[in-house]
């Protein structure tokens, strides 16, 4: 079985920052990539940023600039530095990963980390 749990979330100002972490555990053989992903009530989930497992990343064109995304592959940790929030970034921030354990290969997906950002 593998989990993913993120943390980091919060209530922030606008022009504050956050950072984002996605810890996955279980009986993990490897990472492939990683994303985070994020959905705004009323909205549809939107994709944020993606880490390949070696140092390929994508972002969103919104959020190129605000936001860096990274790994620790030893730790099978993501992360997401938030930096200039604005209220339009509240949302729940979720992390998903396609990963390769006992059981196959297959994606999964955290709980989500809310983040609120006031004006």
């Known amino acids: 079985q593998v989990q993913l749990v993120e943390s980091g979330g919060g209530l922030v100002h606008a022009g504050g920052s956050l950072r984002l972490s996605c810890a996955a555990s279980?009986?993990?053989?490897?990472?492939?990539?990683m994303v985070w992903y994020r959905q705004a009530p009323g909205k549809e989930r939107e994709l944020v940023a993606s880490?390949?497992?070696?140092?390929?990343?994508y972002y969103a064109d919104s959020l190129k600039g605000r936001f860096t995304i990274s790994r620790d592959n030893a730790k099978n940790t993501l992360y997401l530095q938030m930096n200039s929030l604005k209220p339009e970034d509240t949302a729940m921030y979720y992390c998903?990963?396609?990963?390769?354990?006992?059981?196959?290969?297959?994606?999964?997906w955290g709980q989500g980390t809310q983040v609120t950002v006031s004006s």
């Open positions: 998903a990963a396609d990963v390769a354990s006992q059981g196959g290969r297959s994606w999964y």
């Open positions: 279980g009986s993990i053989h490897s990472i492939n990539a």
């Open positions: 880490a390949s497992s070696g140092v390929r990343t």
